[in-house]
C-alpha cells in the first residue's frame, strides 16, 4: 500500500512530465527554494513559476519512477524521464516537506544528469 506522501509524490512528479503548473505550484509554500544542484538556485514562488514555465513542455515527457524513500518531512524521489525530442535525463530530487498536515514543499534539491 502506497502511503499518502508517496502518492502525493508520484502526482507531482507527473506533474513535473506533463508540465502542469498549477498542480506544482500549489504544491510548495511561498517561500519554496529549489537547488538544481551545478546550474542554479531558484528563491520564492514567482521565480519557481517562471522557472517551470521556462521548462514547460507543449507535449508530455515519459516518466519512470525507480526508487521513493519517505521519512518524517523529507523525501526521495529517484527516476529518469524522456523528453518529446528522445533527451533522456536522469534524477534524484530531495524535498523537505514544511510540516505533517497538509504539507507542501518548502525545499527541493535536484541532481538531473543527461543520459546519452
Not at 514562488?45 to 517562471?50: C, L, M, P
Request: net charge neutral.
Amino acid at each position: 500500500m502506497e502511503t499518502k506522501q508517496k502518492e502525493f509524490l508520484k502526482k507531482l512528479n507527473l506533474a513535473f512530465a506533463n508540465s502542469e503548473v498549477a498542480f506544482i505550484l500549489d504544491a510548495v509554500t511561498d517561500h519554496i527554494e529549489w537547488t538544481i544542484v551545478g546550474d542554479k538556485i531558484i528563491r520564492g514562488k514567482e521565480q519557481f513559476a517562471n522557472s517551470l514555465k521556462e521548462m514547460a513542455s507543449s507535449q508530455p515527457m515519459k516518466l519512470e519512477i525507480r526508487h521513493m524513500i519517505t521519512h518524517g518531512k523529507e523525501a526521495v524521489v529517484e527516476g529518469s524521464m524522456i523528453t518529446p525530442d528522445g533527451k533522456n535525463y536522469s534524477f534524484c530530487d530531495i524535498y523537505t516537506f514544511n510540516g505533517f498536515k497538509d504539507p507542501k514543499i518548502k525545499e527541493m534539491k535536484s541532481y538531473v544528469f543527461e543520459i546519452g
